[in-house]
């Protein structure tokens, strides 16, 4: 039988291959992941694979607050200047702890995309870990995987009214 549109699942669209971060690890080697796997979040995560918590691009909004006006410098490409300004602000020794989000809202691979949509729009949030019952992480879904799914799921045309 073939899926449609309302009865795929978030497994069925979810990305499997996860990068994620302990809380452990520093806010420098997490933004190098950021930008190396074109990311903006990463699931935070224990020894287990379990979530403990997100750490956004949002996180790292206060940091570089007052750099605004030098973003607007186009003189050096974005991220690798991102980079030397927050070194400034020793990220090298600051943990992913310190700026993560631990409220995080998360879904199971067996629930609906709306269901996923839903809990994004409650929370504000553009991807979701999706988790076993025991937390463990494995997966994320986004808005552009819940797009993806209607754009390829849905009719082109829709029926005429009657």
């Known amino acids: 039988m073939s899926k449609t549109l309302f009865n795929l699942r978030v497994g069925d669209v979810s990305q499997r291959d996860v990068v994620s971060v302990s809380k452990e690890d520093t806010v420098s080697f997490a933004l190098g992941l950021m930008v ?43 991220p690798q200047w991102l980079m030397t300004k927050l070194r400034d602000h020793d990220l090298e020794r600051q943990s992913v702890a310190d700026l993560m989000s631990t409220d995080v809202a998360t879904i199971a691979r067996d629930n ?25 992480v494995i997966g994320i879904v986004s808005t552009t ?3 993806e799914a209607f754009v390829e799921h849905c009719p082109e045309e829709l029926p005429a009214e009657a």
Do not use: C, W, Y
């Not at 903006?40 to 006006?69: C, K, Q, R, W, Y």
């Not at 609906?112 to 463990?136: C, F, G, I, Q, Y």
């Open 36 to 78: 190396q796997n074109r990311t903006a979040a990463l699931p935070v995560v224990n020894s287990t694979g379990g979530i403990v918590g997100m750490f956004s691009a949002s996180d790292i909004v206060g940091l570089v607050h007052d750099l605004d006006e030098e973003m607007r410098d186009p003189a050096e490409p974005a």
């Open 145 to 147: 995987d819940i797009l």
């Open 112 to 136: 609906s995309l709306r269901d996923a949509a839903a809990t994004m729009l409650r929370n504000r949030v553009h991807r979701l870990p999706v988790v076993e019952k025991d937390d463990r």
